[in-house]
């Protein structure tokens, strides 16, 4: 199956902006994969995505999804990883 | 040339075989704007001056305000209320009279930026908003200025230096206008260990040397005491920058 993912840092091996996943993974497992080829883990240890990143999928924010980091993704779906600009003042 | 007072000044930072005697002129004929004089700018400013940056222009928009004195060392209890770019000057004058300190109370918005920048080499980005920062951004690229971002929450900070033509730009970072909501949580040490690492970043630029940031977005947490190098990517289809990169 393959994901495509969108994101605003390099994650080691998304050069092409896909990778191919086995089976039908959920959002959490494809997010836990590619955390641990980023030089910045934005998975924490408790699995939770870390809050100065946005996690969205096919353009929906994934707190917004029913099953959130559970929900299992289809070929073709869209995961886009960003981090979020921080303030000043 | 430097003067014997400048050599006796800056004798510390002339050892350094990276800025030395050329890299101090550079430094001394340099003229910097100074976006935002609130937590990260009021640290970023001090350490500027005390380099010896020829020329400062400070732009905010605010006044000082109680709230702010955890973090916004250039103030004190009796400026509240006053322009901060007025204070901030006054107090970097004191720091260093030989700086020429141009202060702006102004908002920066699309229609001033390109203005803003007219015989600026470097922006130092302390902004509180992504739209001003935005304006900036877009200007910078237009005009080739290295644009040196930081960002601070909570025990967090960033630093990237924006480089136009050799790095992607702010708008390839965050393609849309989307941050955290206001109030920012703030520790003062944290805009200040930020913003230091952007003044080495401008420091390095100014004086023809290579800013490892660039490109790379610079991540600290002091939670954990951990700082992350990424590196960021380009968008082909930026509307800022994306025909200026080829």
Known sequence: MRIHVKANFRIEGIDKDHVEMEGRPTLGKVLMDLTGRSEFPFVLPDGKIDPEVEVLLNGLEYAFLPKRLDTELNDGDEVEIMLLALGGG | ?246
């Open chain 2, 1 to 246: 040339m430097l003067t014997s007072e400048e050599l006796t000044r800056y004798s510390r930072q002339l050892l350094i075989p990276e800025i030395g005697q050329e890299g101090q002129e550079r430094l001394k004929n340099a003229s910097v704007l100074l976006a935002g004089v609130g937590g990260l700018g009021c640290s970023s400013s001090q350490f500027l001056a005390c380099a010896g940056v020829g020329s400062i222009t400070m732009v905010d928009r605010d006044t000082v305000a109680l709230s702010d004195l955890n973090r916004q060392v250039l103030y004190g209890q009796n400026d509240i209320g006053k322009k901060k770019v007025d204070v901030a000057a006054e107090r970097l004058s004191r720091l260093n009279s030989s700086v020429k300190i141009y202060p702006r109370f102004a908002e920066i918005t699309e229609e001033n930026a390109s203005k803003l920048l007219a015989g600026i080499e470097l922006v130092m980005d302390g902004l509180d908003n992504l739209q001003a920062r935005f304006a900036l951004n877009s200007a910078c690229v237009e005009k080739g200025i290295p644009f040196i971002y930081g960002g601070i929450m909570g025990l967090k900070g960033m630093v990237a230096a924006i480089v136009p033509g050799k790095t992607p730009c702010l708008a390839c970072l965050y393609p849309r206008i989307r941050t955290h909501e206001r109030p920012f949580p703030v520790l003062g040490s944290v805009p200040a260990i930020i913003a230091n690492l952007q003044v080495i970043e401008a420091i390095k630029i100014l004086t023809g040397r290579y800013a490892p940031s660039a490109g790379r977005m610079i991540l600290f947490d002091g939670g954990e005491m951990n700082f992350f190098r990424l590196e960021i990517r380009k968008d082909e289809t930026c509307k800022v920058c994306g025909k200026e990169m080829g």
